[in-house]
T-cell receptor, first 110, second 112 residues
Framework: DAGVTQSPTHLIKTRGQQVTLRCSPK?????VSWYQQALGQGPQFIFQ???????QRGNFPDRFSGHQFPNYSSELNVNALLLGDSALYLC?????????FGPGTRLTVT | GESVGLHLPTLSVQEGDNSIINCAYS??????FIWYKQESGKGPQFIID?????DKRQGQRVTVLLNKTVKHLSLQIAATQPGDSAVYFC???????????FGSGTRLLVRP
């Protein structure tokens, strides 16, 4: 049984560009949450998707958007990238409870 | 404001000793707490959780203690092993919220 998978593993972008990160949840899970983890910090909640809708959002600007597909997989989109967006982006899936995290996508903005 | 913090950024212990990692939280409305372990290059891994109606919960070599009076959470690891070396986060989940609020983490180093 595959756990949470994320792609790509690493990504380098330039300021002002746009990026799309992808997440496939653990089998049987219907809820996907996204977190941003800056170096040396704990993860910060971006938003959560359930039934293809954004169910809750953290304190992130509108440049951060997402989508959930009928197969429960999800995408995180970030527009107009800033240097401060450099971080590890984590996806977590769940089914009415414990959140299982993927390995993350390391985004570097230059 | 929201905060789940840790007292010690780095903890170094001898292999075989017990480890205690502490965490303070600020919101008394929180009703669910989780400890995660994060190894280099990996996502956080669930260790153990506890609900606010409990004071203590035990797992395999780990125990979580919750003191609601002083809003304090601790993780005890018995007979610490080299494989326990990682960063440990406490996280908080509040009623009617789907998000986890993480602290900044404690790095556990196990000396051979």
């Amino acid at each position: 049984d595959a756990g949470v998978t994320q792609s790509p593993t690493h990504l380098i972008k330039t300021r002002g560009q746009q990026v799309t990160l992808r997440c496939s949840p653990k089998s049987g899970h219907d809820t996907v949450s996204w977190y941003q983890q800056a170096l040396g910090q704990g993860p910060q909640f971006i938003f959560q998707y359930y039934e293809e809708e954004e169910r809750q959002r953290g304190n992130f600007p509108d440049r951060f958007s997402g989508h959930q597909f009928p197969n429960y997989s999800s995408e995180l989109n970030v527009n107009a990238l800033l240097l401060g967006d450099s971080a590890l982006y984590l996806c977590a899936s769940s089914l009415d409870g414990e959140q299982y995290f993927g390995p993350g996508t390391r985004l570097t903005v230059t | 404001g929201e905060s789940v913090g840790l007292h010690l950024p780095t903890l170094s212990v001898q292999e075989g000793d017990n480890s205690i990692i502490n965490c303070a939280y600020s919101n008394s409305a929180s009703d669910y707490f989780i400890w995660y372990k994060q190894e280099s290059g990996k996502g956080p891994q669930f260790i153990i959780d506890i609900r606010s109606n409990m004071d203590k919960r035990q797992g395999q070599r780990v125990t979580v203690l919750l003191n609601k009076t002083v809003k304090h959470l601790s993780l005890q690891i018995a007979a610490t092993q080299p494989g326990d070396s990682a960063v440990y986060f406490c996280a908080e989940n509040r009623r009617s919220s789907y998000k986890l609020i993480f602290g900044s983490g404690t790095r556990l180093l196990v000396r051979p």
